[in-house]
């Protein structure tokens, strides 16, 4: 009841206060996914991280030098520090045998090292104007007021109006920086330019969910959302929302529970998305190969009992005798539960009947066996012609690939082998319109 | 005397990591020694939990449990959840570090560590310890106990394991073929970095820890063509900067660990710049 | 053009090897004689690497088997030496020539024991025949291309193995090196040793195999060189891929297919 009543509270955003609350971090989860999406498919998706340790010395720096919290000014330095430490990475790994990942790990370290001296510095020179800076270091979004949220709001359509006015170079550098420079796009340009947004997105951001946390709310959106689709355009949608809904959640857990830290939250609500995304998204999921699995399992079931049916057939020139599920056994080495599994479902969909306790094929199941068996002799014949296998060694890979091929592959097989007779083991290959061997 | 066992403390620290941050580096794993120094923040809340004490031992356990959890969320979000290497590591090690975060707010009053001690560790802690004493006639604050047997325990690794990690940094194919698991050097190699840096984290902090991992290892890389060279370099480097930051932090009145990762900074760009071989400024001179 | 051996040092039977869920290596089928040079022939991405690695069980099989000397991978590892390509190594690595071709004696002596005096004297021996004994202690970041082959060369040699798989070994090494490499083959071969290469020149492979494989996803033909040789075949290796193969491959992937049914 208690929760219900939380509930209609939050999102009735009655309150001044949880508007701001939820309007902010609504806003930073959304912008930040989208900036995020380009790191992303950069495959550059740590430097966010740097860029999140690497802001503190300039926040201090800049509190230091102009001795001011005014968050214009912070910014202003948390900018320069920002943008350096993505240049000095790119710089150490270009110029010295220091790989790409050192490089990063080190300069985030090291700067972050260095604006916690400067931080501890400020806190202990007794300062009462620091109070509050600190904020950077874990962030507070329980705690966002009016101006703060103008800030964001100002800084996240700002971050969304660059990524619209420049998608399509932002899209080109992120996938082929050769062809981009082919066709004389500015790439250095760009790439400035994405950083510095980057940058400003990672600055805001920082003070919902503080230093470590941050490259989360650029990461995972954009990795979840990737699970989904696979147009960029779909995928920097979904990502926004992602990111928006993960902020608004996180909002609402800080205003039931005021102790407790909404970063952090947020967080855990990204990450559950993204893992869900991984095992339940359709075509790339895990849950989806899982099923894929399941249906190619039913598929070689059905059609290895429609062939046993087919071939027993030609064997004993009847194609239409009953057979019992014993002797079927004999043939084929299945257990007898799954064989029953298979008969009812080839039942269901009339290729077999049932009559007193025996198994019959029907006119539809004849000729859907007969097409495996084709199929299956056509493509041993592609394998010794074309690939130049012994004739001893194809039946494995033809039991296998029977299954898949499809009508016009089928088409082509027989286009290409030229409507042979038989197979490479001088059986007959039956086509459609055949005279039944009964008659 | 309290200044000698920050100090002590700092070395002991800084000679555990550069030692193994120059295989991690060498792996071109830095970021996942990263990630692990944040990951195992909610196996030391659940160890604590658990075990009702700030023990070490408990923590060590709950601190590698989680650093393989990590190493193993990695791979599998890479190659089984078809998630690209450098999000599958920025997804992992945030999501437990928040899950640490929120566990430790959960259980706020129990617990004496906080968001701060975690990242920033007081290393004047050790200062305040009271002395035990493990050997007969020597008396020390009991984190320099662990730190040096951690200490110990890593050189140990590394002296017997040296050709199976030599091997299986530098040509893991290779390796297979003449049927060595690189598997398993793999997680060894993981977990002695979860086990260091949940043992630094009380007096180092996390933050420091990442640092001492990879900044002396990264500046001793570019001194020397040599392994076993570039191994002590690494933890002279990083001694240096134990001392070097102290002294730091004291004229600064600011955080000792910072002033470390400071100096660490220091070393490591004067060696870019300048370092014989490999120096930067000197090889436009030679130019 | 397939012929068979009655008693191979290496049999490999019905192999397929799958990259992301889409084949490779489709049913390959061969067996290779004792103490001959073999070439492994054929375009980039026929599967030339693929083969070697699987071959090494250093990538899954989708299906078959290899037998070497007629048993399993596992139990013959003291006789097999694998040189895998260059760039599979990062030669920024702070190491010495020496400490990279001590390395072949690991196998025999083990991760926890201390070289012996005998270890490095088989290096150095090693060395001698590659000629980069003068490198012994140079630090392979110092090394040319050729160089960096030899080492591997050396390493392979300080195994003291039986059968060698080599991949691209010629490949970025100047001619000079290639001939003395060459003649370190044909030296190795007539101690009985057997040699398997990858290799992508067309041209010199007349000239060094005595028996070839032309691969394209497919085998095309294994036997001796002349044999093998012939235009049509050479044709049919370089003709491109297969179309209906490939199509078949891409559905296979798509419906994330077994490569066998009953795996």
């Known amino acids: 009841m208690w929760l219900i009543n939380q509930i209609v509270e939050f999102f009735s955003f009655q309150d001044v206060n949880i508007r701001y609350v939820a309007f902010g971090t609504v806003l930073l989860g959304a912008s930040s996914a989208l900036v995020g999406c380009f790191t992303f498919l950069r495959k550059k998706a740590l430097v966010g991280d740097t860029i999140a340790h690497s802001i503190l010395p300039g926040i201090c720096l800049s509190f230091i030098i102009f001795e001011t919290k005014d968050p214009l000014m912070l910014l202003l330095g948390a900018m320069v520090t920002g943008w350096l430490s993505v240049y000095i990475v790119d710089y150490i790994s270009a110029n010295s045998k220091i790989k790409p990942d050192t490089a990063i790990g080190l300069t985030l370290s090291v700067f972050f090292g260095v604006g916690v001296l400067l931080l501890t510095h400020i806190q202990h020179s007794g300062n009462a104007a620091q109070a509050g800076l600190d904020k950077f270091l874990f962030g507070k979004a329980a705690s966002l007021v009016q101006n703060d949220v103008i800030t964001f709001g100002i800084v996240s359509v700002l971050l969304i109006a660059t990524v619209i006015l420049f998608f399509k170079q932002f899209t080109l550098i992120s996938f082929d920086v050769h062809f981009a420079k082919t066709i004389g796009l500015p790439v250095r340009t760009f790439e400035v330019i994405l950083s510095t947004i980057t940058v400003l997105a990672v600055a805001i951001g920082i003070q919902t969910v503080g230093v470590v946390l941050m490259a989360a709310l650029l990461i995972t959106p954009a990795a979840a959302a990737r699970f989904w689709t696979d147009k960029l355009k779909v995928m920097i949608v979904i990502a926004a929302i992602i990111g928006g809904v993960s902020g608004l959640f996180g909002a609402f857990i800080s205003f039931t529970a005021p102790s407790m830290p909404t970063g952090p939250w947020i967080v855990v609500v990204l990450s559950f998305i993204a893992i869900g995304s991984m095992l339940v998204a359709p075509k790339n999921g895990a849950i989806s190969k899982i099923r894929k699995q399941k249906k190619n399992q039913r598929k070689i079931l059905e059609d290895n009992i429609l062939k046993l049916l087919y071939k027993l057939g030609e064997k004993e020139n009847d194609f239409f005798k009953n057979r019992s599920i014993t002797t079927l056994k004999n043939y084929r080495e299945i257990p007898e539960n799954k064989f029953l599994k298979g008969l009812n479902i080839l039942k269901k969909k009339n290729l077999v009947a049932l009559v007193n306790d025996l198994w019959v094929l029907t006119e539809e199941g004849k000729k859907a066996g007969m097409r495996i068996v084709r199929i299956h002799r056509l493509w041993e014949l592609y394998l010794t012609t074309y690939l130049r296998i012994a004739p001893d060694h194809v039946h494995e890979d033809a039991e296998t690939i029977e299954h898949i091929i499809t009508p016009e592959m089928e088409l082509k097989l027989e286009h290409l082998l030229d409507f042979p007779e038989k197979d490479p083991h001088n059986v007959n290959i039956p086509y459609k319109n055949e005279k039944d061997s009964n008659e | ?287 | 053009m397939n012929i068979q051996i009655d008693k191979p040092v290496l049999e490999v039977h019905d192999l397929t090897v799958s990259y992301d869920k889409k084949p490779v290596l489709w049913d390959i089928d061969f067996t290779i004689p004792y103490g001959n040079l073999v070439g492994i022939i054929g375009p980039n991405g026929a599967g030339k690497s693929t083969l070697i690695k699987a071959i090494m069980n250093l990538v899954p099989k989708g299906s078959g088997y290899v037998k070497l000397y007629n048993d399993t991978l596992d139990n013959v590892r003291h006789k097999i030496s694998y040189v895998p390509q260059r760039e599979s190594v990062d030669w920024d690595f702070p190491a010495s020539v020496l400490d990279v071709v001590l390395m072949g004696r690991y196998g025999k002596s083990g991760l926890l024991n201390r070289l012996s005096k005998k270890d490095k004297e088989i290096a150095y021996e090693s060395l001698k025949r590659v000629n980069m004994l003068d490198f012994a202690n140079r630090q392979i970041s110092q090394l040319s291309g050729g160089q960096q082959q030899r080492t591997f060369l050396a390493r392979a040699l300080a195994q003291e193995a039986d059968l060698y798989l080599m991949d691209e070994p010629f490949a970025g090494v100047d001619a000079a090196t290639e001939r003395s490499i060459v003649d370190l083959l044909l030296e190795m071969r007539k101690e009985g040793k057997t040699i398997i290469v990858v290799h992508h020149d067309l041209q010199s492979a007349i000239d060094y195999f005595d028996w070839t494989l032309l691969l394209n996803t497919r085998l095309v033909a294994s036997g001796p060189t002349e044999k093998v040789f012939t235009t049509e075949l050479l044709q049919e290796t370089y003709g491109g891929k297969l179309t209906l193969l490939s199509k078949i491959g891409d559905l296979l992937k798509e419906k994330q297919f077994p490569v066998r049914e009953n795996k």
């Open chain 2, 1 to 287: 005397m309290s200044d000698f066992w920050i100090i002590l403390t700092g070395c002991l620290a800084a000679v555990s990591c550069g030692l193994l941050g120059c295989f991690l580096i060498l792996r071109k794993m830095a970021m996942i020694g990263d990630a692990i120094s944040h990951a195992v923040l909610p196996g030391i809340v659940i160890a604590f939990l658990f075990s009702g004490s700030l023990d070490s031992v408990p923590m060590l356990i709950g601190a590698a449990t989680f650093g393989i959890i990590t190493t193993y969320l990695i791979e599998t979000f890479n190659k089984k959840g078809g998630l690209q290497k450098d999000a599958s590591i920025g997804i992992t090690f945030t999501w437990l570090f928040a899950i640490g975060v929120i566990l430790i707010s959960l259980y706020a009053d129990d617990v004496h560590i906080d968001q701060d001690c975690v990242l920033f560790g007081e290393i004047a802690y050790v200062a305040l310890e009271p002395l035990t004493s493990f050997l007969p006639g020597v008396s020390a604050p009991n984190t320099v106990w662990v730190l040096g047997i951690v200490m110990l325990l890593i050189i140990a690794m590394i002296i017997f394991g040296y050709k199976g990690l030599f091997l299986t940094t530098f040509d893991p194919s290779f390796a297979s073929t003449i049927g060595v698991s690189t598997v398993v050097w793999h997680y060894l190699l993981m977990s002695a970095v979860s086990v260091t840096t949940v043992v630094s984290f009380e007096s180092v902090g996390a933050i420091l820890v990442v640092a001492l991992l990879i900044a002396p290892a990264a500046t001793a890389y570019l001194i020397t063509d040599q392994l076993p060279k570039m191994l002590v370099i690494s933890a002279l480097v990083g001694v240096i900067s134990s001392f070097g930051g102290y002294y730091l932090a004291v004229w600064l009145d600011a955080s000792v660990a910072a002033a470390i990762a400071t100096v660490l900074g220091i070393e490591f760009t004067l060696v870019f710049l300048f370092s014989p071989q490999n120096g930067i400024i000197i090889k436009r001179f030679r130019k």
